[in-house]
């Protein structure tokens, strides 16, 4: 069981190049979510998804992109990389239903110059 | 909007030593409440959650109590050790709902001494 799987763990990119972190869970998940991690500013949500072709907004979703085309997927999308994306991205995954626990993959580290 | 807050930031504490991580919110209409750990350079790992009709959840040498009305919740590290360095993070849904829309607290950054 190899629980929430991120690919890259590391990238770097220039300004204005896009790029595509994979997020995969084989735990049959319908919930998953996008975070990103800054010093001092702790976990932000940023793109959220209830289902196979459901998402929506988190509190910081400008410059990014989600789709969900399978319950086991959830990519994100930068469209046009800035240096304000540099940061650690989470994808986090949980049942459908009410436990709410939440699952982490390991996270991938982006720096954009 | 919620909003959780821990403290201390950095706690740094002998081996062997029980000790307390706090956590604050400000909207008590909450469905659950996780503790979360997280190691350097790693993901999170969820520890304990509790849910709004509990009062506490234990897990071996973890203890983490909810007090809905005062908005507050701990963890309890008892006997503690140099593996339970690490941040320690708390995090609530916004409001009566379920789901994965978690409101993280910024942590608090455990170091136990050997």
């Known amino acids: 069981n190899a629980g929430v799987t991120q690919t890259p763990k590391f990238q770097v990119l220039k300004t204005g190049q896009s790029m595509t972190l994979q997020c995969a869970q084989d735990?049959?998940?319908?919930?998953m979510s996008w975070y990103r991690q800054d010093p001092g500013m702790g976990l932000r949500l940023i793109h959220y998804?209830?289902?196979?072709?459901?998402?929506d907004q988190g509190e910081v979703p400008n410059g990014y992109n989600v789709s969900r085309s399978t319950t086991e997927d959830f990519p994100l999308r930068l469209l046009s990389a800035a240096p304000s994306q540099t940061s650690v991205y989470f994808c986090a995954s949980a049942f459908t239903g009410n436990t709410g626990e939440l699952f982490f993959g390991e996270g991938s580290r982006l720096t954009v110059l | 909007k919620q909003e959780v807050t821990q403290i201390p930031a950095a706690l740094s504490v002998p081996e062997g030593e029980n000790l307390v991580l706090n956590c604050s919110f400000t909207?008590?209409?909450?469905?659950?409440l996780q503790w979360f750990r997280q190691d350097p350079g790693k993901g999170l790992t969820s520890l304990l959650l509790?849910?709004?009709?509990?009062r506490e959840q234990t897990s071996g040498r973890l203890n983490a109590s909810l007090d809905k009305s005062s908005g507050r919740s701990t963890l309890y590290i008892a006997a503690s050790q140099p593996g339970d360095s690490a941040t320690y993070l708390c995090a609530l849904p916004p409001q009566e709902t379920s789901g994965s829309r978690l409101t993280f607290g910024e942590g608090t950054q455990l170091t136990v001494n050997p």
């Open positions: 735990m049959n998940h319908e919930y």
């Open positions: 998804s209830v289902g196979a072709g459901i998402t």
């Open positions: 909207d008590s209409a909450i469905y659950n």
């Open positions: 509790i849910q709004s009709s509990q």
